[in-house]
């Protein structure tokens, strides 16, 4: 593995974390906090969508972006030759 | 079978397992007791990081918390869940990668210094010991309401289990031992929410009957509400009408709840006995997928938790208002639908200090509402011992009786409350609150120890491998002229394992003499691991020019700081009004993280770079490749 492959490996596991960093924040401080009083205005069933997002849904949106997070990692280290 | 004897027969059975899964899995070597030798699978090691991280606090108290306060108890389910997206994307891999023991190791390598690597190991005695107090003072608790001994008694219990398989297992012990409890709490809390969610909203899953309608109509105290109304909006109607706030509106303001959110998370993801779970894993792909599979786990329970929440506080104005208090307790009072409404429960915590009624009215009825039932310090009954016309507790707080009856008050659309409840009773007592079978309760007892013992046991171990391994074998005892530790493995393990038993006599000691603030010292823990060890770590991954100068600056300002604003508040009784731009302490470690950042990096673009051998060794930590097994000693 030489410099270069090491380097872009690197570039593109910050820009993978970054985006799925953004969608981690939407979720928590956006929908369940900053603008929870917007989307509670919305309802589905029972829920009011912000209040749902507060104490359900983000929790649930943060277990998928692990898992998503762990199979594009292992995308991109086969793809730079880095993996284990 | 009588509930005590159920009670002992579950406690007993769990016991036994855990001892049982000690002595099968006992360490024999130090990377078995610090790491369980680096090769514990992903799932595996995923419920025991869930086990290791959900103290009796989540088990007991969060429902609790998230009843009272309604949608802002979602800062504490949001952050308490969203730190391990941090943990799998900015932390586990490179520690995994960087393949050590413990968080000071990667401090003090990361920064070549031994006086950052004593700060981390003073950080990581503190956290731990301020969380570890907690525990045993839960594990008493939950000893003496269930096996009917007094609470220190219930603490030399909870220690002696401890002891027996910390001190044995080391991490080996204690991963596979958690993997037990976790199974034990998870079942103790799914199948009393799951008879809940039937009973309240005729769903069989909690999660989805949070968002279910009432099966049955019931009077609030001011108008009736209506049977197949939804569960929330019934509980914003009735809450309303009691003069509480709406359940589903947030009212904790948009910056305080972010800013606790934010610690929780940034807390999480530094807390010591967490990351050091991520460096059992045999891989840092392992490492990364672990950290998903705890999450999965954690939210098992953490996704229940506001159903259970919605439902206890629905219970506790249907089954209590307007009830005769001494038919109530007898279990003589009947719900609509002629089935018992049973009432046990209230004597049962009242006797216990934990539930008070206050008859203001005189009329033998109990009214909830909002409002303090007693006159006095927040609200909370000093009992004096004699008892009343209905055979409650009397109090020696001041008198504040109303004249007006429970018909004039709806009448009036206001209700005077005379009851006084503590919130850590939810979880506890909504088992009998709804009736459910004796077999239920029981299993609330087993998964109640079982989630403060597992917790107490990672506490301990990161507390005896901060001093035998980093603070005795990195800083004492090394040898300068090879950089490793002048005790052999044999002795490294002794003094690990003295360190455990002089780790829990101190916990213990805490438990039985708690310095009264046990719940603020939870804000402690995590404003301290988001101030220190959360920007530490990560510039010491993601910025290859922080040097040591730099680190120990950063840390030093985020703990003083940290430190002085939480003592200065909660301790010292600083005034609510100077608060620093209108945050609470519990919150403040956020404002901590970001000046650590902020002076770290300044102090080191005006220092000398690190030395070559760091940058490198940042270069290596950052990919997967050549990640073997944890390195030997």
């Not at chain 2, 939210?299 to 229940?304: D, P």
Request: proline letters at 3%; charged letters at 15%.
């Amino acid at each position: 593995m030489d410099d270069n492959a090491a380097q872009a490996y690197w570039k593109e596991n910050i820009t993978t974390i970054l985006k799925l960093l953004v969608i981690w924040f939407v979720v928590s401080y956006g929908c369940g906090i900053i603008f929870i009083d917007e989307l509670n205005a919305i309802t589905f069933g029972g829920f009011k969508l912000g209040f749902w997002f507060a104490q359900q849904g983000s929790i649930y949106v943060f277990v998928i972006l692990i898992f998503v997070y762990a199979k594009m990692m292992e995308r991109i280290e086969e793809k730079y030759d880095v993996h284990e | 079978m009588e509930l005590q004897s159920l009670i002992y027969l579950f406690v007993g059975l769990s016991f036994a397992l855990y001892i049982g899964i000690a002595i099968w899995a006992k360490a024999g070597s130090t990377k078995e007791f610090y790491i369980a030798g680096g090769g514990v699978h992903p799932v595996l090691n995923g419920m025991a990081t869930g086990a290791d991280w959900m103290s009796a606090a989540s088990f007991i108290s969060l429902a609790g918390i998230v009843s009272l306060k309604g949608s802002d108890g979602g800062a504490y389910l949001m952050g308490w869940t969203g730190g391990y997206v941090l943990l799998a994307m900015l932390l586990a891999p490179y520690l995994r990668k960087f393949g050590k023991f413990t968080v000071p190791d990667f401090i003090g390598d990361r920064y070549y210094s031994d006086f950052a690597r004593a700060v981390a190991v003073i950080c990581v005695v503190f956290i731990s010991f301020t969380y570890v107090a907690g525990q045993m003072r839960g594990v008493g608790i939950v000893f003496s309401r269930f096996l009917q001994v007094d609470v220190n008694m219930g603490v030399y219990i909870g220690m002696f289990i401890v002891f027996i398989y910390a001190v044995l297992g080391g991490m080996k012990g204690i991963t596979y031992t958690q993997v037990a409890q976790y199974c034990v709490m998870i079942f103790a809390f799914t199948v009393p929410a799951i008879f809940l969610s039937l009973q309240v909203t005729d769903t069989f899953l909690p999660q989805i009957g949070l968002g279910g309608k009432i099966p049955f109509a019931f009077d609030d105290g001011v108008k009736m509400i209506d049977s197949g109304t939804y569960l929330l909006h019934a509980l914003d109607t009735s809450m309303t009408d009691l003069g509480f706030a709406a359940y589903t509106v947030s009212h904790g303001g948009t910056w305080n709840v972010f800013m606790l959110t934010t610690a929780l998370m940034l807390g999480t993801a530094g807390l010591p006995h967490v990351i050091v779970r991520f460096f059992t894993t045999p891989t840092v792909k392992g490492a990364r997928i672990s950290a998903g599979w705890a999450l999965v786990f954690i939210a098992i329970l953490y996704t229940q938790i506001p159903a259970v929440a919605a439902f206890a506080r629905l219970n506790l104005i249907k089954n209590l208002q307007n009830v005769d208090y001494a038919k109530f307790v007898k279990n003589e009072v009947k719900n609509s639908d002629g089935s018992i409404n049973r009432g046990s429960w209230f004597k049962t915590w009242e006797d216990s200090g934990l539930i008070g009624w206050n008859d203001r009215n005189g009329d033998g009825k109990i009214q909830i509402a909002a409002g303090k039932a007693f006159e006095g310090k927040k609200g909370k009954p000093h009992f004096d011992g004699k008892r009343g016309a209905s055979g409650e507790r009397l109090t020696s707080n001041p008198a504040n009786g109303v004249s007006k009856s429970s018909e004039q008050m709806r009448a009036d659309g206001k209700i005077e409350n005379e009851v006084y409840l503590d919130r850590d009773i939810i979880v506890l007592a909504n088992p009998e609150i709804a009736g459910l079978p004796n077999w239920v309760i029981a299993i609330i007892a087993a998964g109640g120890l079982a989630a403060a013992l597992s917790t107490a046991a990672g506490l301990l171990l990161a507390i005896s491998t901060a001093i035998s391994h980093d603070l005795l074998g990195q800083v004492l005892m090394k040898d300068p002229a090879t950089g490793r530790s002048k005790l052999s493995e044999r002795a490294e393990l002794m003094a690990a394992r003295l360190a455990a038993i002089v780790a829990i006599i101190v916990a213990g000691y805490l438990g039985i003499n708690p310095p009264g603030f046990v719940a603020q010292v939870v804000a402690f823990a995590f404003g301290l691991a988001a101030a220190s060890f959360f920007p530490a770590i990560i510039l010491g991954i993601f910025y290859k020019r922080m040097n040591k100068e730099g680190a120990i600056a950063g840390m030093l300002a985020g703990l003083v700081f940290t430190f002085g604003y939480i003592v200065y508040f909660v301790f010292m009784g600083g005034d609510k009004a100077d608060y620093l731009w209108g945050i609470a302490p519990t919150g403040i470690g956020t404002i901590g993280m970001i000046l650590h950042f902020v002076v770290a990096i300044i102090v080191s673009s005006i220092t000398p770079p690190p030395p070559k051998h760091i940058q490198e060794l940042v270069e290596r930590i950052r990919v997967p490749r050549g990640a073997g097994s944890a390195s030997t000693h």
